[in-house]
């Protein structure tokens, strides 16, 4: 992969624009990929990754500026692709795309809701039009794995209510334990933990104590009687 698809963007010498796709990306990278980040930021700016500056365009390398000098992409058609999207947000749909099949390859991190909801609510992508899209998508993949219960219960929900994908919502099946061990463990256990307690005891000495009490009673009652 060059650095432009690491970073998730079309070749630009805009650097305010590679920033940004370097700072999201990196908001969700494993080690590996913050790595590869930073491999591909300095090759698309011939500078260390940002600390708060704006990089300086004049210290691009060459064969990046080859690359870059490249005609535009026709976003024309791109546009009607993708259900007439403007050429920002249709990149927009890209970018969360790429980073939600980076999260496919990470076990971890994909039983973790709140990466889910932090890479799809995060506005403008949150907006119905760019939702869809993005909806559409990641369907192929991302909805069967939904249903058949790749993954856990909280994130097939949130999918399923996030796209409108009803048949997900209404299954949330149990997530495959080959996949998830750990997440049916607390159901499993606590059967065994039930069997292995001892049966409840039953305090029944009150009970004794009041019928000796009222025998007595009775035995006074009756005494009283026969000595009159």
Sequence with gaps: MNCWEILGIEPTQDQDRIRQA??????????????????????????????????????????VQTESSAPSPDYGNQENAEGALSANDAQIVREVVIQVKA??????????????????????????????????????????????????????RFLGDWFDWFSVSEAAQEPDPKRFPEAGASDESQPEEAEDQPPQIVNFWPAVIGWVIGLAILATIFGGMGNG
């Design 22 to 63: 370097y700072e999201g990306q990196m908001k969700f990278a494993s080690e590996q990929e913050a790595k590869d980040l930073e491999r591909a930021f300095r090759e698309a700016t011939g500078e260390m990754p940002p600390a708060g500056n704006t990089q300086s365009s004049e210290h691009k390398p060459a064969e």
């Design 103 to 156: 999260l496919l390859n990470d076990d971890s991190r994909l039983q973790d809701a709140g990466i889910w909801k932090a890479i799809l609510c995060e506005p403008p992508a949150d907006q119905l039009p760019l939702r869809r899209e993005i909806a559409r998508q990641l369907e192929p993949q991302v909805r069967p794995m939904a249903e058949n219960g790749s993954f856990p219960q909280p994130v097939a």
